[in-house]
């Protein structure tokens, strides 16, 4: 029997989830038996969506947005990272069950060169991706401070997570910056003038900091850009989303995900400016 996987969003078409995890599949051996495709959910189609993939031979889905909430909800079993959270993005099913997981936390933790442990962390943004990075953070004993555009909601999901709302930022006094707002997603020219809207003074940016940008494009973002100018560590959000499909990729077949073959689908020339930022 095929096992099928795919990722549920909308919109989708421009998802590079499918290339990414068809590529990892092949070169696991599994492509005679396994497939990934992207499924476009509209929300109010999602939880009969999901309940009919089983039958239809899904074994899992990723789930992107508008969803990843729906998503822990529809599950019969979540792990601790999920429910803390208060969102999923990958589902495994079974039967009669739906176990969720999410693989943003993870997938954020796999992409650092080193552990978080004892670093000072100062993520931007307080929506879906904000809660994973910050919940991973906090897990791995960081000291996180959150700056938001809209400060109430900061101080709401510091207090949740057990990290601090900071209203004003001087890079200087952190060691590594995550961008989690949408600013730069998309980013398909050099002429952005993203960092604007954010706190960070790329002069700021030293050698010693660590950058992680969970927005991407088909170019680099602007703040992808000015950091690496000044030889800060940067991950950038491919990077992140190789990282969180592999994670997925992992609890469905059990192996160790082909990381490099997944890099080069993600970043393959075939990818043209359109984007889906977050799958
Ligand atoms: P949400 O819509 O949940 O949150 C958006 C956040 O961006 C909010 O904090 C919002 O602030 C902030 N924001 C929006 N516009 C601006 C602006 N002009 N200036 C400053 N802040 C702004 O989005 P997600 O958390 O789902 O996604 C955030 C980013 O992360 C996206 O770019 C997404 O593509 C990317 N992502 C990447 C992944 C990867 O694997 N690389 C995985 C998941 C997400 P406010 O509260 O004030 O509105």
Avoid: C
Avoid at 35 to 55: K, M, N, Q
Avoid at 131 to 137: E, F, P
């Amino acid at each position: 029997m095929p096992k099928r996987l795919a990722v549920l969003g909308q919109p989708i078409s421009h998802s590079r989830s499918p290339a990414m995890q068809t590529a990892a599949l092949a070169a696991l051996g599994l492509a005679d038996e396994w497939s990934y495709e992207a499924i476009e959910v509209a929300p109010e189609d999602f939880d009969e969506r999901v309940r009919a993939l089983p039958g239809e031979g899904f074994v899992g889905a990723n789930v992107t947005v508008p969803h990843k909430l729906a998503a822990l909800a529809i599950a019969n079993a979540a792990s601790e990272a999920a429910r803390a959270i208060g969102a999923a993005n990958t589902l495994t099913f079974g039967d009669a069950r739906i176990a969720a997981e999410n693989t943003d936390a993870t997938g954020l933790l796999d992409a650092l060169p080193e552990s978080p442990a004892g670093t000072r962390a100062l993520v931007l943004g307080a929506g879906g991706s904000a809660r994973a990075v910050v919940w991973a953070l906090v897990d791995a004993g960081a000291d996180v401070s959150i700056w938001n555009r809209t400060p109430e909601k900061a101080d709401g999901l510091a207090r949740e997570l057990g990290a601090s709302a900071a209203e004003t930022v001087d890079a200087a006094d952190f060691d590594l910056l995550v961008n989690a707002t949408t600013v730069g997603m998309g980013a398909s020219t050099q002429a952005s003038t993203d960092l604007k809207s954010l706190p960070i003074d790329a002069d700021a940016l030293r050698e010693r900091h660590q950058l992680v940008d969970l927005a991407y494009g088909a170019v680099d973002t602007e703040l992808v850009r000015a950091a690496r100018a000044r030889r800060a560590r940067v991950v950038d959000g491919l990077e992140v989303l190789v990282r969180q499909g592999a994670a997925s990729l992992r609890i469905w077949t059990g192996l160790d995900p082909p990381i490099e073959v997944m890099r080069r689908a993600v970043r393959s020339d075939t990818w043209q400016t359109k984007t889906d930022p977050d799958t």
